[in-house]
């Protein structure tokens, strides 16, 4: 089925896309997809350190889910979730100036020749219902941030025009 013939129109990053919703991929699809590594320490501060600065800048983040009953959570509940995530090897930034949720995975890509576990981060951006577009891999998490940050990029121009 090509992507006009589903004739449904469906919010991803915020722009409107002619999409079937049957191509893309739920986190469930994307987790059973990928092997996954556990987020260590250093990761989990890195996240919070970039994100950090993207509060300092103005924009209106946090790590959970696309959820208007996780809006505003108690600490308690960040936490949790953050923690479960993390175990997982899921970090959750959720833009509500955007409507979209960029998924940052944690996945396995192999060994060097020393014998280290080496590792990616896949990209997705995520709509309120849960679908995922896939936006690539990349290297190191600061990275992971450029893809929500275009989208900040084309929203400014947007507005300027």
Excluded at 4 to 32: D, F, K
Excluded at 65 to 80: A, G, H, Y
Excluded at 95 to 120: F, P
Aim: with cysteine.
């Amino acid at each position: 089925m090509s992507f006009t013939e589903a004739g449904r129109s469906i919010r991803i990053a915020g722009l409107e896309h002619l999409v079937s919703r049957a191509t893309l991929p739920t986190l469930e699809e994307a987790m059973r997809s990928h092997r996954r590594v556990p987020l260590d320490a250093d990761d989990i501060r890195l996240v919070f350190r970039t994100g950090k600065s993207w509060l300092h800048i103005g924009r209106e983040i946090q790590p959970l889910p696309l959820d208007p009953c996780l809006r505003n959570p108690n600490p308690e509940q960040m936490i949790d979730f953050i923690e479960s995530a993390s175990a997982q090897g899921l970090v959750f930034i959720s833009s509500w100036d955007l409507e979209t949720t960029l998924v940052i995975m944690k996945i396995d890509a192999g060994r060097n020749w020393l014998g280290k576990q080496r590792t990616q981060f896949a990209c997705f951006l995520s709509d309120a219902a849960g679908y995922l577009q896939p936006e690539g891999i990349v290297r190191l998490i600061p990275e992971a941030f450029d893809k929500l940050e275009s989208l900040y990029k084309i929203k400014q121009r947007a507005m300027d025009l």
